[in-house]
């Protein structure tokens, strides 16, 4: 097989790329041996043309033994050529016609050799003179000529023209001597640029195979990245800091949906695409890992969409710095985690807010109770807190369903949203109760004012499904830090005032005294006296009979 040194170091450079160079390879031998046919031929014509007639005469059974098949050969593959430039070949015929032309050239060389070899030995000064010059021009014309192929322009030197200069020399003919010499180191010569012609040739081809590695390295470290780009969804960026040029993957047009026309090539788009709340404390924390020679940096943020939305960012980014350790490029990724936001949020939302009327539920209200005792405790400021209970808010389950019951709790809830408008915190406590927290408000007259305007919103009717509905509701206060100081007292002295309210009238409010307390105590002790006697039998039960005047008998008992 027709191969060069280059492709026996398949173990240096990978088997694809290698066949690729290895083709092109046999396609650059293959035209140049091509562009130079006519020129080899036709120097071999000249020259069997002069071998013929500076033979013909004495040596005219040379002529017949040699120049018959010679010239046979030589208008062959004539034909042979024209032929081959009308078709297009494959590799491997390009290989095989390299070696063919190989054997040819060898070939032919032999038999010129034996040809200018019979007559320099017998042959007359003129006809050694006609040979030595024809074989010598025959020689290195059609090393020459096939120059693309070394292996085939060596045995035109090496078999005709390197014999025939060692017998100048040897022939004790001084002219002949120098003619010998002459053509001797014009061989060398010619060898010498072959081998140089043939490492030129090598190298180059060596370097298109690393160039052409190098890119299908390039080509597959590109593709790598786009199909980890698809497979993690992730926004992939490159920034060149020197010349401020962004590289996005197809995510940016994917997952935010700009078009591919878009122009955001510069880290501004970047920086202005960033939520504004956000923008100053990601550039900046950006900058500050930069300057402080970190590798690495990660942050949140909402990422602006190309319809306006904003989408939930994970960030992630390396610095890759110079030899001096300035920053002079950086790579990173967006995670969009909306999603998963979303879900955080919104487990949040359940945790801290009643699925119904979407209020703060209880859990949520004692931490803001927490935080308005302890800010009105150390603030030196007295807050209040309201406990709104509906009246007959079961006889409103009972009679129109649980439906109805639902509609006039949520619009409770907007009413009571409406009237406080941002200026106290309200809570959705369960069941019919709400809760409402005033801060620095812990005047008497104001707090009454609030209650006062609270209850004749509520009062005002509603209407579901064609039955009017009644919000009205009780109000019991409890004023901080007067009369408690914790959450829990501050709750219980409330709930206490709103059991005294509805005690005394529904639909009204009262505002708790310590004095509702030790009346709660009491009734709470006699009530509990009064059980304690029932069930200790302390109580006698004893019957007044009722008698009849008319007859005397016992009718009843009182």
Not at 190 to 198: C, P, T, V
Not at 384 to 412: C, I, M, P, R
Not at 528 to 551: C, G, H, L, M, W
Request: include cysteine.
């Amino acid at each position: 097989m027709f191969r060069l040194p280059l492709f026996r170091q398949r173990a240096r450079l990978g088997a694809s790329v290698l066949e690729t160079s290895e083709r092109e390879t046999l396609v650059e031998r293959f035209d140049g041996l091509k562009r130079q046919i006519p020129l080899l031929y036709a120097v071999a014509v000249v020259n069997l043309v002069g071998f013929y007639v500076s033979t013909s005469g004495q040596y005219g059974w040379a002529t017949t033994l040699y120049a018959a098949p010679v010239s046979g050969i030589i208008f062959y593959r004539l034909h042979h050529w024209h032929r081959l430039a009308r078709i297009r070949l494959t590799v491997e015929e390009m290989r095989v016609e390299l070696h063919k032309s190989v054997w040819f050239s060898r070939l032919l060389s032999l038999l010129f050799l034996a040809w200018s070899m019979s007559i320099l030995v017998g042959g007359e000064r003129d006809q050694q003179r006609y040979i030595i010059l024809f074989g010598s021009l025959a020689s290195v014309g059609c090393s020459v000529a096939l120059a693309s192929v070394p292996r085939a322009a060596k045995p035109p030197l090496m078999l005709i023209a390197l014999p025939t200069a060692l017998w100048s020399m040897t022939s004790g003919d001084l002219s002949y001597f120098f003619v010998g010499v002459s053509l001797a180191v014009l061989i060398a010569l010619i060898l010498r640029m072959l081998a140089i012609q043939e490492q030129g040739f090598s190298t180059l081809m060596e370097s298109k195979a690393a160039i052409a590695i190098e890119r299908e390295k390039v080509r597959f470290s590109e593709e790598r990245y786009e199909y980890i780009g698809r497979a993690t969804n992730d926004l992939i960026w490159d920034w060149d800091i020197k010349t401020d040029t962004l590289f996005w993957n197809d995510a940016v047009h994917n997952q935010l949906g700009y078009s591919r026309e878009d122009n955001h090539p510069t880290i501004e788009w970047w920086q202005d695409h960033v939520h504004p709340d956000h923008r100053d404390r990601v550039v900046d924390h950006v900058r500050d890992a930069s300057r402080r020679g970190e590798e690495t940096f990660e942050d949140e943020f909402p990422f602006r969409r190309s319809d306006g939305t904003y989408a939930y960012m994970y960030h992630r980014g390396y610095i890759i710095r110079d030899a001096e350790g300035v920053s002079v490029r950086m790579v990173g990724a967006m995670q969009d985690f909306t999603r998963r936001k979303l879900a955080e949020e919104g487990l949040l939302f359940a945790a801290s807010r009643d699925h119904l009327t979407s209020l703060p539920n209880r859990g949520h209200f004692n931490e803001t109770l927490q935080t308005a005792v302890t800010e009105a405790t150390t603030g030196k400021y007295r807050s209040s807190l309201l406990l709104l209970d509906l009246d007959d808010f079961k006889q409103v389950n009972d009679s129109l369903g649980h439906d109805a019951g639902d509609a006039l709790l949520k619009e409770l809830a907007s009413r009571l949203t409406e009237c406080i408008a941002g200026e106290g915190e309200l809570a959705r406590l369960g069941g019919d109760e709400f809760a409402i927290i005033l801060k620095q408000v812990g005047n008497k007259q104001e707090v009454e004012a609030w209650a006062r305007v609270l209850l004749e919103q509520l009062r005002k009717p509603f209407m579901y499904q064609g039955s009017i509905l009644d919000c009205a509701a009780t109000i019991g206060v409890a004023i901080f830090p007067d009369v408690g100081s914790t959450p829990e007292t501050v709750l219980k002295d409330a709930d206490i005032a709103l059991y005294v309210a509805k005690t005394n009238k529904r639909g009204g409010f009262a505002i708790f005294a310590p004095v509702h307390r030790a009346e709660l105590q009491l009734r709470s002790t006699m009530v509990s006296s009064a059980k304690t006697a029932v069930r200790e039998n302390r109580i006698a039960p004893f019957y007044q009979p009722k008698i009849s005047f008319e007859d005397g008998s016992i009718s009843g008992f009182e």
